[in-house]
């Protein structure tokens, strides 16, 4: 199978961008793994002519708004983020009435139609340094509550109205199963994604995004973590230190959308050259900018 997917992919001229939720097997024949923002960047520096992408829809769609000449391919159309979703677009439209200063800044796990009618796009690893540059007082943040009040308690300056989307996985993390993790395993330090509740990133040592998270536990001298994410990253973070120790904080922290991407539908995605992602001219044109403004704000 992997020959035949490396095979594939030179024949086609393919790359495979993948995301760490994605099944440690899926992970293993990627170009290229990471957080959402680096796949966002990758995605405009590789040479292949197509990207196969491992990981729900809006990580396709902004590969794609981000690079109209390239055929993107999706391992499995289904998956797809149910957060994505989570912002009515007249609620957009009264909340710019009702604030004409305010800034929309739209997280990545957003649909290609959301991001549309934002202004600036963010992810969990650059939120606090793009809406720290934006000149806007008022800041609409869609459509998680979680990572917008996490980042909002980060800018006391700003003004921040909140959506109410929320991650379901990481909502399922209960601040009662991180301690009692801690209380098993007492020297471990609680490694946290934000989109987490307030209450599970009170009682955390590092708030960061999945790459963040990685690069935290790696570089640290403790040898103990507790992961408060999606179980996707234990791949990496095991690979990365075999030494150390990791665990999670129950069973929930599973996203079935990541995980209906298995190495049997990339091999049949690069057989058949599908399913392509693809978008209208309008909504690509619109969803550009504020991807192309985060990428610019996020250096
Ligand atoms: P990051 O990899 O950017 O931390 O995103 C987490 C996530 O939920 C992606 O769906
Ligand atoms: Fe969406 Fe949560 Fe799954 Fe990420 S982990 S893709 S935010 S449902």
Request: aromatic content about 8%.
């Amino acid at each position: 199978m992997l020959e035949e997917i490396k095979r594939l992919k030179e024949e086609k001229d393919v790359v495979i961008l993948a995301h760490y939720y994605v099944d440690g097997k899926v992970q293993e024949i990627a170009d290229y793994v990471g957080d959402s923002y680096f796949l966002a960047k990758k995605a405009t520096q590789v040479k292949e002519k197509n990207i196969l992408f491992c990981g729900v829809s809006f990580m396709g769609e902004s590969a794609k708004i981000l690079n109209p000449d390239k055929k993107v391919i999706m391992a499995d159309e289904l998956a797809d983020c149910p957060m994505a979703h989570m912002v009515d677009i007249d609620k957009i439209h009264e909340v710019r009435e009702k604030y004409p200063d305010v800034a929309v800044v739209c997280y990545v796990n957003s649909t290609a139609e959301i991001k549309a009618e934002s202004d600036v796009c963010v992810t969990s690893s650059n939120a606090i340094r793009v809406v720290e540059k934006l000149p806007n007082k008022h800041i609409f943040f869609i459509p998680d509550n979680n990572l917008a009040r996490y980042v909002a308690k980060q800018l006391p300056e700003k003004e921040f109205i909140f959506n109410d989307g929320f991650c379901h996985v990481h909502k399922s993390i209960d601040v009662e199963s991180v301690r009692k993790a801690k209380e098993l395993h007492p020297e471990a330090l609680v490694l946290t994604h934000p989109e987490c509740t307030e209450d599970v990133l009170e009682v955390s040592n590092f708030i960061g995004s999945t790459s963040e998270i990685i690069d935290y536990a790696t570089e640290s001298d403790a040898t103990e973590f507790i992961i408060c994410t999606e179980m996707g990253v234990f791949y990496e973070l095991e690979q990365k230190n075999p030494a150390k120790k990791f665990y999670s904080v129950g069973h929930r922290q599973f996203c079935p959308n990541m995980k209906r991407i298995t190495i049997e539908k990339v091999r049949e995605a690069l057989e058949k050259m599908e399913p392509e992602m693809t978008l209208s001219e309008e909504i690509r044109g619109k969803a550009n900018k504020p991807l192309v403004r985060m990428l610019e704000l996020a250096q």
